[in-house]
């Protein structure tokens, strides 16, 4: 012992030591002209083996080709899409490819971009205005210019799906063409692959904002972006390890086969985990997270829908059809089956004097992208059928539920402009329907399951409020129902109660008198009267009114159809008059979807005559007082809230709220996922420093001090030598830590000093010593980059070499001597 604290303070051992740090540092003097040079060097040609760019290029395919997969939705899941997107893949992934190996600067890599978009362009994404389909025109060129700007817009103000033209196949193509090209290029130029996750990410999240509010997959499309993005950064990460700790070694040691093989399965291991964990957890999660409802998406904030509380609601015009338009042909059908109807619109909104259609909920209406293909999930086996317009004017278009296809013709020769209301199968035009018009539509005509709706329950709708409806309808609701608790028997009271009890008139002439009108007064008139009178428009109000004030998601339906042995049939011809207006209810069953009820009495079934008066003796007439004024009637206050009340005119601030939370909670199950090893590695880290710093002899809190310094450089990626000198580890660090020449070669000497030297270091020099460690740490960190000192705060290395270390420690002292 007294030998070696003799030789501790010893210059004789430090010249080769020296020499050493000197040829370190011309090594690393020698290595910065290098660095530039290699600067300037293909990366495909800089060592690493060619199918590492393989993976590299098959991975970004397969991420960004999840993002295309949203775009789906909005295009209806016609494969074209899927030729735009995928095309686009690999022609921006081998732009990418081209600017990393000649070294292309920005001006010529966006020459280089424009010039293969516009020459592929017209194969992938106008296709309909191509030559042959892929041969450049002017059509397709003048719309791939046009589409950087205005496509856009268009794939927002169309409703889905928007068809397969040029003016929207831009927007996946464009953009995915964008992504490809941004992520390639930051995975083969930069050294850290972690930026090129962001051009993917942009995708992914353009797909969702630029499509509807359908989800498509949520789940896996989730696990695969989360689980491909974590894996192949962890293989990023492994390959710039190696090559990091290659480049940085300033000693010539021995390999050790084994313990690579062993630390590199580690590795693999740990990210092997934290992938399935993530995958794992997202795709058990993502379906409770996105089973609430849908999503907002841009196409419903940027253009407005039209202004249809301006238009007059078609049930105020029920009782002109019926009196001034009764022999008039309105419009020919051909192809309506028996029992078939033609539907005006569907009505939800009701304020106390009219029931309209509301667009702030069920009824947003869009313009119609592709008139061929307007119903994404019917069946695509319908009905034809044709109408042509005769007397019939407005802007509601006379059509059939559901319309998969509407091809239009107008009588003015240019084809209008059409609006879709999707949830409630109505059309629009705006420009108003006219004599002459002719259309056709395949239509599907829904078939109720009767076996499926008696155990059905109602639909979750968001429908508006109902506004100043009269207190009878609630009273005279509850006593209908009454116990009944089944959901099909409880709509079926209400329609047998007002088609058995009520009387049928329309208040012509030679019928009894009849109101017209749905007002809140006709409604309390029609419900309080000792018999109630009234048509369909009276009847299919009432019966809504008081199915919403049950939490029954109902509305009023006008449309035409033939009564009785004048129904269609599906071969002939039929004309619709005046006289063939009806009004129905629609109730949404889950499952189902919405079923027609007929709450209106049979026209035979008339008011009864009223009782003759009894002949008596006149008295002579008295002069009676008038009546006392009558205080007007007020409405009923607000008291029960419609059950249905989701009023989407304003959103409530907890709908917002919940929608952000949604969003955090699905993102967060992979980053928790990723952050808890990191966050537990830093806290190991932590104890581990401030144990060594704190506890045992001022001798061992020195030798902490210096086992600080080695566990930094080991995670910065110096090779350190476990068997060496404390002085020979220093030299090595010098060579590894320019920054910090000089420090650690003084650490390890007072270090030496410390230990070896007689008897214990005091308290001052101890905290001088951990001073002088701080230093030496800042100099080591300060010698990298950024994300190089990221990656060793965060890397386990350290952590497992010193468990090893104790492992092997425990091993020796369990040996028998």
């Not at 997270?289 to 049930?315: C, F, M, N, Q, Y």
């Not at 990298?784 to 270390?805: D, H, I, M």
Request: zero cysteines.
């Amino acid at each position: 012992m007294s030998a070696r604290r003799g030789a501790a303070p010893s210059r004789t051992a430090n010249p080769a030591p020296r020499r050493t740090t000197n040829a370190a540092l011309r090594r690393t003097a020698n290595a910065v002209p290098q660095r530039a040079r290699t600067r300037a060097q293909s990366p495909f040609t800089a060592g690493r083996p060619w199918w590492h760019f393989l993976i590299d290029a098959g991975v970004l395919a397969l991420l960004l080709g999840v993002g295309v997969l949203g775009f789906g939705p909005a295009f209806g899941h016609d494969p074209t899409y899927l030729l735009a997107g995928f095309g686009a893949v690999a022609l921006g992934l081998g732009v990418a490819a081209a600017g990393a190996h000649w070294r292309l600067g920005l001006v010529t890599m966006t020459g280089l971009s424009f010039l293969v978009y516009m020459l592929f362009g017209s194969a992938l994404a106008a296709s309909q205005e191509a030559i042959a389909g892929f041969i450049p025109s002017g059509a397709s060129l003048r719309g791939l210019l046009l589409g950087i700007m205005l496509s856009w817009k268009h794939i927002l103000t169309l409703a889905a799906p928007v068809g397969t033209s040029v003016e929207v196949m831009v927007v996946p193509y464009l953009a995915t063409f964008v992504a490809a090209i941004a992520a390639g290029t930051l995975a083969w130029r930069l050294r850290n692959a972690y930026w090129a996750v962001i051009p993917v990410v942009a995708l992914f999240i353009t797909a969702i904002l630029f499509g509807t509010a359908e989800v498509f997959l949520p789940g896996v499309r989730g696990v695969l972006l989360a689980v491909g993005s974590i894996g192949w950064l962890a293989y990023r990460h492994e390959l710039g390890r190696r090559e990091s700790s290659a480049a940085i070694s300033a000693n010539q040691r021995i390999a050790d086969p084994a313990g690579v093989r062993t630390a590199f399965l580690r590795r693999m291991g740990l990210a092997a985990g934290v992938i399935v964990l993530a995958g794992g957890l997202t795709l058990a999660a993502a379906p409770a997270l996105t089973a609430g409802g849908g999503r907002d998406v841009l196409r419903e904030k940027v253009v407005p829908p039209p202004e249809l509380h301006e238009l007059p609601s078609p049930l105020t015009k029920f009782r002109d059809y019926l009196k001034n338009e009764k022999e008039s042909v309105l419009f020919e059908v051909k192809g309506l089956p028996r029992d078939g109807r033609i539907r005006i619109a569907a009505m939800d909104s009701y304020d106390g004097v009219v029931f309209n259609v509301d667009p702030n909920s069920s009824a947003s209406f869009a313009p119609i992208g592709d008139p061929k293909s307007l119903n994404q999930n019917a069946s695509g086996d319908g009905s034809d059928v044709g109408i042509a317009i005769d007397g019939y004017d407005g802007v509601w278009i006379p059509n059939a539920a559901v319309a998969q296809s509407l091809n239009y013709q107008s009588a003015q020769g240019s084809t209008p402009t059409l609006y879709l209301n999707r949830e409630s199968g109505t059309a629009l035009n705006l420009a108003g329907v006219a004599k002459g018009d002719v259309y056709s539509m395949n239509v599907d005509f829904p078939v109720v399951d009767t076996g499926k709706l008696a155990g059905a329950g109602f639909g979750q709708l968001r429908l508006p409020k109902l506004e100043n409806v009269p207190q009878v309808v609630g009273v005279k609701a509850n006593d209908i129902v009454g116990e009944i608790t089944n959901p099909l028997e409880k709509v079926q009271a209400l329609e047998g109660a007002l088609s058995q009890e009520g009387k049928f008139s329309n208040g012509l002439e030679g019928q009894a008198q009849s109101s017209s009108g749905h007002s809140a007064a006709r409604m309390t008139k029609l419900l309080s009267a000792k018999e109630m009178i009234g048509d369909d428009e009276q009847y299919a109000t009432a019966m809504v009114l008081m199915a919403r004030h049950l939490g029954i998601p109902a509305r009023v339906v006008m449309g035409f159809y033939a009564d009785g042995e004048a129904s269609g049939d599906g071969a002939r011809s039929l004309k619709l008059t005046g006289s063939d207006v009806h009004a129905w209810v629609e109730v949404n069953f889950a499952g189902v979807g919405w079923v027609p009820f007929n709450p209106t009495p049979d026209k035979d079934h008339v008011p009864n005559p009223p009782e003759p008066q009894n002949a008596s003796k006149p008295k002579p007439q008295v002069l009676q007082p008038p009546p006392p004024p009558q205080e007007p009637a007020e409405l009923p206050p607000d008291s029960n809230p419609d059950a249905l009340d989701t009023d989407g005119k304003k959103d409530s601030v907890a709908d917002v709220v919940t929608q952000i939370l949604l969003i955090i909670g699905i993102v967060a199950i992979p980053v928790l996922a990723i952050a808890l090893p990191l966050v537990l590695i830093v806290g190991l880290k932590s104890r581990r420093r401030k144990k060594r710093h704190t506890q045992g002899l001022p001798t061992d809190r020195v030798g902490g001090g210096w086992s600080e310094v080695l566990s930094q450089a080991t995670d910065l990626g110096a090779s350190v030598d476990g068997f060496g000198t404390r002085r020979e580890t220093a030299v090595s660090l010098e060579g590894s830590f320019p920054a910090a020449q000089g420090g650690t070669a003084l650490l390890a000497e007072r270090a030496d000093a410390a230990i070896f030297g007689p008897g214990q270091p005091s308290e001052g020099e101890v905290a001088s010593y951990w001073e002088s460690v701080e230093e030496s740490l800042k100099g080591m960190t300060g010698s990298v980059g950024f994300w190089k000192r990221q990656r060793a705060r965060f890397s386990p290395k350290s952590l497992l070499v010193e468990a090893k270390r104790v492992q092997a420690r425990r091993r020796a002292g369990s040996k028998p001597s």
